[in-house]
């Protein structure tokens, strides 16, 4: 994977001033949902598991089959490998035998260590009937480790769902921080390419196999949200325009809209706006065997979404640009790519990676800092002490309380920040411009440089 240059986020940033690998293709383009009997026993022995817990809680009632499926010892645990787990249709826990401490939590918001909204996700795939998903949560066997999940979920009714997964430990699919960072720089770019040209002029770019958007094995798929008709496949161009739904993947997950629904598909995912998907594809780096991809898709307007996706063995190869920004320009896509980044992958995943001295959010001397609007901050990679102090009385040498300044000025959406503060690499007070954006109505972010070119004084702008 090349690693994407600064000046493709700049770009991205001026497309929206001014105004992967795709989706997998299938043998079966119209033929609706595979038999039961096509399916791997890992996946077989999922649904008629959860069958039975099904039909244990439409005959037994929700009171009793909760205490069953909460019961360690009971009939729905197999050993540490197999066991129901249920949720109402708010994302609180009804049952969890191995994790008894998360009943009774609302988890909506859980994220996995890739920042996919679980819970969120299995709502969404219960809700329309059920299925399989893709996640990845801390394998008790192993240590905790963070590891990938193949689960089943049903709906028991309007109220709640139940699931039960097995693990496929095999498959690595934790991803680096340069290849998610990399992901939704990529799809950002293509969505504010499509906004600002247009339609047309954008999906000529998509499917053009030799153009600026198939970066390798990444590249960009696109489909309408009407009939889930192909629109971009720069490297299946037979695909282009047709209607594709009912198309599972090796253990069926339902990557296209059912046949007799509609519902389902990372179609759906694009439309919610979670945003994040996992599915397996063949990958031809690997002798074409199946392994997990992460996905990121988004839509463009009401009638459309694209999407790219990384493999996970990919991703252990990914290295985003390490050049740090050298002008305001530069300064405002690097910050605009941490809010993205951010509001995709989750705070705590984003803090974290922010956090990181040899990850992509520091370049040289110059970093992403976060504070909550409280003022507490958030992210210091180079003063790891401060953070969770509160820093609003921080002042510059003219007496400037340079924090409450950049937080005015992000509260009101992003812009510039221009004050003296001294550089570590001379010990001199200079002139220092910061650029500061919301990232969402509890926190924001932001990074500075040097540019020496300034008189030192005070001066803020918002865009």
């Known amino acids: 994977m090349k690693v994407r240059s600064i000046s493709f986020i700049v770009f991205l940033l001026a497309v929206l001033s001014a105004g992967a690998s795709g989706l997998p293709p299938t043998d079966r383009e119209s033929s609706g949902s595979l038999n039961q009997t096509d399916l791997p026993e890992a996946s077989r022995s999922l649904v008629e598991f959860a069958d039975r817990a099904l039909e244990y809680a439409q005959e037994n009632g929700k009171e009793r089959a909760l205490e069953e499926f909460n019961n360690k010892s009971g009939q729905f645990v197999v050993g540490d490998l197999r066991y129901v787990f249920a949720y109402d249709f708010d994302g609180t826990c009804l049952a969890h035998p ?28 219960a809700s329309q009937g059920g299925g399989f998903a893709y996640y990845v949560r801390p394998n008790p066997l192993h240590q905790d480790a963070p590891e990938l999940k193949l689960s089943y979920v049903a709906r028991v009714d309007e109220d709640w769902w139940l699931g039960t997964g097995v693990w496929l430990s095999e498959a690595p699919a934790v991803f680096s921080a340069d290849a998610r960072l990399d992901l939704v720089s990529f799809v950002d770019g293509a969505v504010a390419c499509a906004r600002e040209r247009g339609k047309e002029k954008a999906l000529e770019a998509f499917n053009d196999r030799n153009g600026s958007f198939v970066d390798g094995n990444q590249y960009l798929f696109a489909y309408d949200f009407d009939e889930n008709r192909v629109l971009a496949h720069p490297f299946q161009p037979d ?74 063995k990919e991703a252990e190869e990914a290295e985003s640009s390490r050049e740090p920004p050298a002008s305001r320009e530069e300064l405002a896509a690097f910050v605009e790519a941490a809010a993205s980044y951010a509001r995709v992958y989750g705070r705590n995943i984003a803090i974290e990676d922010f956090m990181d001295l040899e990850g992509p959010f520091v370049r040289e001397e110059v970093y992403i800092f976060a504070a909550d609007f409280n003022g507490t901050s958030l992210a210091l990679p180079f003063l790891p002490s401060a953070v969770g102090t509160n820093r609003l009385d921080l002042q510059n040498s003219e007496g400037v309380y340079i924090n409450r300044e950049m937080r005015s000025i992000a509260k009101n959406g992003s812009g510039f920040f221009e004050y003296l503060w ?19 109505d509890g926190w924001w972010l932001g990074a500075g440089i040097y540019l020496g070119d300034g008189d030192g004084s005070t001066e803020a702008s918002i865009s």
């Not at 609302?106 to 819970?119: E, M, S, T």
């Open 98 to 125: 191995l994790r008894p401490e998360s009943v009774g939590e609302n988890l909506i918001d859980l994220r996995d260590a890739n920042g996919f909204l679980l819970i969120r996700n299995l709502n969404r795939l």
């Open 422 to 440: 001294t550089n570590p690499l001379t010990g001199e007070a200079e002139p220092k411009t910061s650029y500061v954006t919301k990232v969402d």
């Open 239 to 312: 695909l282009v325009g047709k209607v594709r739904r009912g198309g599972l993947d090796i253990y069926g997950f339902a990557m296209d809209p059912s046949v007799e629904t509609g519902l389902g598909g990372i179609r759906e995912v694009a439309r919610d706006g979670t945003g994040l998907v996992y599915y397996m594809y063949p990958d031809p780096a690997s002798d074409m065997t199946p392994a997990i991809k992460l996905g990121y898709v988004r839509a463009v307007d009401d009638d459309w979404w694209l999407g790219s996706g990384i493999y996970a």
